[in-house]
């Protein structure tokens, strides 16, 4: 048994009255260092191990041989930390003359891709606002209430943008009228850093956009600031929206679009940028449109695209 080796035996007394460790953690340490001897001396090792036999190839061995089962990179991450601790403290405690896994670097986590909506989908999501609202009209039933159809325009609007612009939910949440030149189809987003960028609509997003500040000028002429500095986007008291209360909304019409009621304002982002790039959008023009200050933030949506090659030829191509 490996806990009765003397060195293993000081380092989980050191873990639990020093570090005050739970049973747990200690636990999950006392695995790792026994996978390790059982990896070096074999499966029946006897204790007490010869722990200064056990060099920087033993170590890198050990951990490559992680990878190749399957492991996951954190697995293999988690397992390099018990033992680069283990061998710290026997190093420290002068039982080995230095640590195998000092240095060693743990493997890269791999990115996980984004969640994209596709163009239905999208589609979808843009039509959903005005058609919740359509469903509450009775027939026969007198006008509609100002403020509740002007939250049907505006959602209409501020969706429309998010996939026209690819804009983060904060950059618009932050809109102001003055930011909005719907002659020449633009709008200026403050982003990180508080960096300005043009962003372009497209026609449907002008044509909502426009529609939606007229019916807030209509129903709240002198409230939230005046002229340029008027926020664009206002709640049902006439102040600015918020951008929790943009995802809240967002939510309800992911539902009624069929759609993943989890998946937040920044899939339309996500969208945005893969559908740009598989319509043969060069990289740097969607890293310009997008704000990323790194090309290599970008180039995750070159991934998106490529696996959605994968996807098409799989689904099409008879000897996939």
């Known amino acids: 048994d490996i806990a009765r080796d003397p060195c293993v035996e000081h380092f989980l007394n050191y873990l639990a009255n020093e570090r005050n460790a739970s049973r747990h953690t200690i636990s999950g340490y006392l695995l790792d260092i026994g996978q ?60 080995v003359e230095r640590n195998p896994f000092g240095g060693l670097r743990p493997p890269k986590k791999a990115r996980p891709l984004p969640n994209v909506l596709s163009v239905a989908e999208v589609t979808r999501l843009l039509e959903a606002p005005l058609k919740v609202w359509k469903r509450t009209l009775k027939p026969g039933a007198a006008v509609p209430e100002p403020a509740q159809e002007y939250a049907a325009v505006r959602d209409a609007a501020i969706l429309e943008v998010l996939y026209s612009t690819g804009a983060r939910v904060s950059e618009l949440a932050g809109l102001s009228t003055g930011d909005v030149d719907l002659l020449s189809g633009v709008i200026t987003v403050k982003g990180k850093g508080k960096k300005e960028r043009l962003c372009p609509l497209g026609a449907p997003a002008c044509k909502a956009l426009r529609e939606a500040m007229k019916k807030a000028a209509e129903l709240w002429p002198g409230s939230a600031g005046k002229g340029r500095s008027r926020p664009v986007f206002l709640n049902l008291h006439g102040g600015p929206l918020t951008t929790r209360s943009i995802e809240r909304q967002m939510k309800r019409y992911l539902a009624e679009a069929g759609l993943n009621s989890s998946l937040s304002p920044h899939a339309l982002r996500h969208s945005f940028a893969t559908h740009m790039l598989d319509a043969g959008a060069d990289l740097r023009s969607v890293q310009e449109l997008l704000g990323h200050s790194s090309l290599s933030t970008t180039q995750i949506y070159t991934h998106i695209s490529a696996e959605r090659l994968k996807k098409v030829y799989e689904d099409a191509h008879p000897r996939a």
């Open 36 to 95: 390790f001897v059982k990896a070096v001396w074999g499966p029946g090792a006897k204790v007490p191990c010869r722990w200064n036999e056990a060099d920087r190839f033993a170590a890198r061995k050990f951990l490559v041989e992680f990878q190749r089962e399957g492991s996951a990179p954190t697995t293999t991450a988690r397992k390099l930390a018990s033992l680069r601790s283990f061998f710290k403290f026997l190093e420290r405690e002068e039982y």
